[in-house]
């Protein structure tokens, strides 16, 4: 029986069907998102109005207080808490939303998953209300239980309302293994018709 690809053609398509799957692949083991001002935020305050991480193959928002999240945050101005941001409630306007008391570039908002998660996207939604909206460009970083970064992204733009991270996978291991193994096998298999 006559094949259909050559060996080349074979190669083209094992990368093709790797990384075209991966890049719509969703990153595992998410425990921790930190949410810092990026450089665009000329101001150096962080507010955040609400969080929403969405679990892969459910949709269901993960950080949320009600789903076992929890935040934390570099300081609080009088009124706001980092508990807003996790609350489901939002986007809303101040003092309902998580802002820093200090401007100076180094606040942050730690929100904490309930368990290491699979996560499609990151939203951050800003501030409602009329003020700030300068300050809604921010930095996320994702990291495991363990604390070491999963992926993060710079100068997120917020100021329409909202931003969304697309969160795409790196190729797994396995996936790797897996395409080398096929490499090996048709490079075997071009030498034996030689």
């Not at 939002?90 to 401007?103: A, T, W």
């Not at 990291?143 to 797994?172: K, M, Y």
């Amino acid at each position: 029986m006559k094949n259909i690809f050559s060996y080349k053609q074979s190669i083209l398509l094992s990368i093709i069907l790797l990384f075209g799957s991966a890049a719509n692949a969703a990153i595992i083991n998410i425990f921790e998102i930190r949410i810092t001002p990026s450089a665009l935020n000329t101001e150096g305050w962080l507010q955040v109005s609400e969080v929403v991480a969405t679990e892969t193959g459910t949709g269901n928002d993960l950080a949320l207080a009600s789903a076992g999240a929890t935040a934390v945050g570099s300081s609080d101005w009088p009124g706001s808490s980092p508990a807003n941001a996790i609350d489901g409630i939002g986007p809303i306007g101040f003092p309902d939303i998580f802002h820093s008391n200090e401007n100076d570039g180094s606040s942050f908002l730690s929100v904490k998953l309930a368990s290491a998660s699979s996560l499609d996207s990151v939203s951050i939604f800003g501030r409602t209300d009329a003020c700030c909206s300068q300050r809604d460009y921010y930095d996320i970083a994702l990291f495991d239980i363990n604390g070491n970064q999963l992926f993060s992204a710079t100068d997120l733009d917020g100021t329409n309302g909202s931003v969304t991270s697309n969160l795409n996978a790196v190729p797994l291991p396995a996936a790797v293994w897996l395409l080398g193994s096929g490499f090996l096998s048709l490079m075997v298999m071009g030498r034996r018709k030689s």
